[in-house]
T-cell receptor, first 115, second 113 residues
Framework: AQSVTQLGSHVSVSEGALVLLRCNYSSSVPPYLFWYVQYPNQGLQLLLKYTTGATLVKGINGFEAEFKKSETSFHLTKPSAHMSDAAEYFCAVTLYPGNDYKLSFGAGTTVTVRA | DTAVSQTPKYLVTQMGNDKSIKCEQNLGHDTMYWYKQDSKKFLKIMFSYNNKELIINETVPNRFSPKSPDKAHLNLHINSLELGDSAVYFC????????????FGPGTRLTVL
């Protein structure tokens, strides 16, 4: 079975500083990996995903993530935080190929941005 | 042009009551999901339907019964509500049953008193 661990339940950054959110996964087969963002009182929105191919994935709003198989990691970064980045971020994994259709989510990381 | 919509957005009810949450998607997707997000924001899948067929049924009390009248709709009925059912319930949809992006609705905040 696959699982996701997000290191750090809360990250606080200054506006303009680097945002780094950590995600490690466990999977016995090549995973598909996702980062979702949840703004206050809203549903989840896909930021980016890794399926196959290039290991550095660019997403919306200036975010990117790098799949590192040797480290079983898929950390999310943004070079310069904006106030609007304050939200809850979820890393998720599913299997490919496989019969497991489920997305397994990490526990989430709350990002606050200081002016 | 809402993609995935849920009604109601807020639901406050007494213990023991029966309530339903409705979900509709206009994306033409063939797979729909129900997730429960608890007070600590942990997100867990409850059910999934593909072409109106139940394909995922997690360990959920049988007081929860999903119904999919067609591919665009997935409703969630909850009998005999308990305090522990208080949570935010999200509907989502995707094309196909594997991988891919899931599109989430805005959520229904259920409060059981």
């Amino acid at each position: 079975a696959q699982s996701v661990t997000q290191l750090g339940s809360h990250v606080s950054v200054s506006e303009g500083a680097l945002v780094l959110l950590r995600c490690n996964y466990s999977s016995s087969v090549p995973p598909y990996l996702f980062w979702y963002v949840q703004y206050p009182n809203q549903g989840l929105q896909l930021l980016l995903k890794y399926t196959t191919g290039a290991t550095l994935v660019k997403g919306i709003n200036g975010f990117e993530a790098e799949f590192k198989k040797s480290e079983t990691s898929f950390h999310l970064t943004k070079p310069s935080a904006h106030m609007s980045d304050a939200a809850e971020y979820f890393c998720a994994v599913t299997l490919y190929p496989g019969n497991d259709y489920k997305l397994s989510f990490g526990a989430g990381t709350t990002v606050t941005v200081r002016a | 042009d809402t993609a995935v919509s849920q009604t109601p957005k807020y639901l406050v009810t007494q213990m023991g009551n029966d309530k339903s949450i409705k979900c509709e998607q206009n994306l033409g997707h063939d797979t729909m999901y129900w997730y429960k997000q608890d007070s600590k924001k942990f997100l867990k899948i409850m059910f999934s339907y593909n072409n109106k067929e139940l394909i995922i049924n997690e360990t959920v009390p049988n007081r929860f019964s999903p119904k999919s009248p067609d591919k665009a709709h997935l409703n969630l009925h909850i009998n005999s509500l308990e305090l522990g059912d208080s949570a935010v319930y999200f509907c989502a949809s995707s094309q196909g049953t594997s991988l891919g992006e899931q599109f989430f609705g805005p959520g229904t905040r259920l409060t059981v008193l």
